[in-house]
């Protein structure tokens, strides 16, 4: 068993409300942390810190939990870019690009499609991002949604099963019988590799009668349930996620107070929550609204709330190209009027409870040995220095990457 201790940080942000400064964050200063089989064993005094086979001296910059992405599509083919050149010269976004990454995602190798999913992979891990969740959706066959989730759970163990993103072309007269697809044989094949279930549900994907339809089947072979919901205009979707005990329900951009009511009744102890976590949580995904130029979802009307918010990525071709968590909480702060510390902690532990984790986005003894050490001194610096690269060093299950 070798072991790894990190001392002369500056600030050590533990998500341990109470265990030091900053609210939630639970920031610690003169402490060292010691990591043993991927976990951490002990945070203490850093006088105090036991000899270790190996140090990393953290030049007194910040120290946290790794990000936690809850909410990416990482298996696909192509992109998009003329797309986002004619949104950025007005053109609206619709989700009808959606077909076009199927069609390439459909005609691509195994191989091609795993080269994207590592390459992502490994370009969101470089950025601090130690937990990502990988959803399908791009194959809508049988053969192709569950080689998706296949290539996907190689590199996570967070995947979902999105077979309901849109009805693919040739269903287009039969939506039904797409939905039946998507509950029968298309499930049967996808759930071995998936622990979540999700549906777009939204105009012109699906409607609450099919997404209620399709989240009942999954959850009865015991997949966990997360909503795309009320992303391009107010409908069903978040009150359908809290109705069916959701872990999470993402984009929340147009929400009605009944909408918001529905999430804080969920909540077990506002931002903090323990003992199991069953409160549905609102991930919101900035970088759509950046790529796709709408307006952001209202961060502080569910925060007053007492709603748990995450922030995630949504990383994908067409409406958030983008793997960077950094680039996500400077939005979620600049634009959505979160507090530095609101968003750090929505994209750490926020994204942890968006999966029902508790061994990560924290930084405790028994957790998993997931961090950053950031170039930086201070939490601060995240929003604050927007576009800069300032993920020193990652360690993931306490191994240096
Ligand atoms: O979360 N809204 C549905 N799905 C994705 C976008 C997918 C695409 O445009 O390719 C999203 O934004
Ligand atoms: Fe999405």
Not at 2 to 20: F, H, P, Q, R, Y
């Amino acid at each position: 068993m070798s072991s790894l201790v990190v001392d002369n940080i500056g600030e050590l942000v533990t998500n341990e409300a109470g265990s030091g400064e900053g609210g939630p964050l639970g920031i610690r200063r003169r402490v060292a942390l010691l990591v043993e089989d991927g976990e951490v064993a002990w945070i203490g005094p850093a006088v105090d810190a036991p000899a270790a086979d190996r140090r990393i001296d953290a030049g007194g910059a910040a120290v946290l939990p790794g990000f936690v992405d809850s909410h990416a599509h990482l298996v696909f083919a192509g992109d998009r870019a003329a797309e986002f050149a004619a949104r950025m010269a007005g053109q609206p976004y619709t989700g009808g690009g959606i077909r076009t990454t199927v069609g390439a995602t459909r005609t691509a190798s195994d191989s091609e499609l795993r080269a994207t999913v590592r390459r992502l992979h490994a370009e969101a891990l470089r950025q601090g991002t130690t937990t990502i969740e990988i959803k399908s959706g791009y194959g809508l066959t049988v053969a192709d949604e569950a080689r998706s989730l296949r290539i996907a759970a190689e590199v996570s163990e967070e995947t979902t099963f999105l077979g309901a993103h849109v009805v693919p072309a040739e269903y287009a007269d039969r939506p039904d019988e797409y939905v039946g697809l998507v509950c029968g044989p298309m499930l049967a094949a996808a759930a071995p590799h998936a622990r979540w279930i999700d549906v777009f549900c939204e105009r012109g994907a699906f409607d609450a009668d099919h997404t209620r339809a399709i989240l009942t089947c999954g959850q009865a072979v015991g997949l966990g349930v997360r909503v795309h919901a009320n992303q391009l205009g107010p409908g069903p979707g978040v009150q359908l996620g809290v109705e069916l005990g959701a872990a999470s329900v993402d984009h929340c951009t147009h929400l009605t107070d009944a909408d918001v009511d529905a999430l804080a009744s969920t909540r077990v102890d506002g931002m903090c929550a323990e003992g199991g976590h069953t409160a549905t949580v609102a991930t919101l995904l900035p970088g759509a609204e950046f790529s796709t130029r709408s307006p952001y979802p209202d961060a502080r009307r569910l925060l007053d709330a007492g709603v748990t918010v995450a922030l995630a990525t949504d990383c994908n071709p067409g409406s958030s190209y983008t793997s960077s968590m950094p680039f996500c909480i400077a939005l979620a702060v600049r634009e959505m009027r979160m507090t530095p510390a609101e968003a750090v902690w929505a994209a750490t532990a926020g994204g942890a409870r968006a999966l029902r984790r508790d061994d990560i986005g924290v930084l405790r003894t028994g957790a998993r040995a997931d961090l950053i050490i950031l170039d930086a001194p201070s939490h601060l610096h995240l929003a604050y220095r927007p576009g800069v690269p300032l993920i020193r060093h990652v360690l993931h299950n306490g191994v240096p990457q």
